[in-house]
Nanobody, 130 residues
Framework: EVQFVESGGGLVQAGGSLRLSCVVSEYPFPDFSIGWFRQAPGKEREGVACIRSTDGSLGIEDSVKGRFTISNDNAKNTVYLQMNSLKPEDTARYYC???????????????????????WGHGTQVTVSS
């Protein structure tokens, strides 16, 4: 079973920064996208950012483009989400997830389409105060 250790969440003022980290126990598929989705109370899951294993292509949700950056360290089985210029609307629980055989665009739209992410962690809370 794939396990995740997510960290880096917290309380920050608007305009501040946080860096989320996700250590993954294993990559269960040769072709997968790994990244982050978030969910605020009463709202649907929203894909935020992801990286595809096969070619390193990236997906970034429009609402966070220019503010969030995703990166990974394969030697450490770790993926990062650098979040800058945070806004109150970024407040949510952020989850690290892995999905097989999807493009970054498909990963980002899974929440909107009602599809379940195959593997995900317990999440880390990000709260941005105004």
């Amino acid at each position: 079973e794939v396990q995740f250790v997510e960290s880096g969440g917290g309380l920050v003022q608007a305009g501040g920064s946080l860096r989320l980290s996700c250590v993954v126990s294993e990559y269960p598929f040769p072709d997968f996208s790994i990244g982050w989705f978030r969910q605020a109370p009463g709202k649907e899951r929203e894909g935020v950012a992801c990286i595809r294993s096969t070619d390193g292509s990236l997906g970034i949700e429009d609402s966070v483009k220019g503010r969030f950056t995703i990166s990974n360290d394969n030697a450490k089985n770790t993926v990062y989400l650098q979040m800058n210029s945070l806004k109150p609307e970024d407040t949510a629980r952020y989850y690290c997830a892995v999905v097989s055989n999807v493009t970054p665009s498909e990963f980002l739209n899974m929440g909107r389409l009602g599809y379940a992410f195959e593997y995900w962690g317990h999440g880390t809370q990000v709260t941005v105060s105004s």
